[in-house]
């Protein structure tokens, strides 16, 4: 059967169904979710109490997703990875290293846009500085 037919004939909700089950391996198969999802409640708690405006909410929500995205991607690395050699292979190795480092980039420049907003936001609220 033609690829690109069978692919046309997928409903959109199998589409969906896929991706969810995509979404539940790489949650469930890796363990880095344990880290990732406390520190995005923590976030969101934080924003709460501290009343981040609908900018700042938007921009804590992108950074979470963007984490997020970055680390299903490297998950999906390394179950690629594995699925073709299980054996060392330095190209592989290589491939995993660099997706690996495109998470922590992601994290760290997340960590540091919620740093400012939340820190800002705290500032404001113990009147260390006014409201912008």
Not at 2 to 9: F, K, L, R, S, V
Not at 49 to 73: D, K, N, P, Q, Y
Not at 111 to 131: Q, S
Request: hydrophobic share 55%; net charge neutral; aromatic share 8%.
């Amino acid at each position: 059967m033609n690829t690109q037919y069978h692919e046309a004939q997928r409903g959109w909700s199998r589409k969906f169904g896929n991706a969810l089950r995509g979404l539940v391996v790489g949650v469930r198969g890796h363990s880095s979710f344990a880290v990732h999802f406390p520190v995005a409640v923590c976030v969101i708690v934080a924003g709460a109490v501290l009343r981040v405006s609908l900018i700042e909410w938007c921009l804590l929500a992108g950074c979470i997703t963007a984490v997020l995205a970055a680390e299903m991607f490297n998950s999906a690395l390394e179950s690629l990875a594995k699925a073709i050699d299980v054996e060392h292979n330095l190209h592989l190795g290589d491939a995993l290293d660099i997706g690996s480092a495109a998470v922590l980039v992601t994290a760290i420049g997340a960590a540091v846009v919620g740093g400012t907003i939340l820190v800002f936001r705290l500032g404001v609220l113990l009147a260390w500085w006014p409201a912008a």
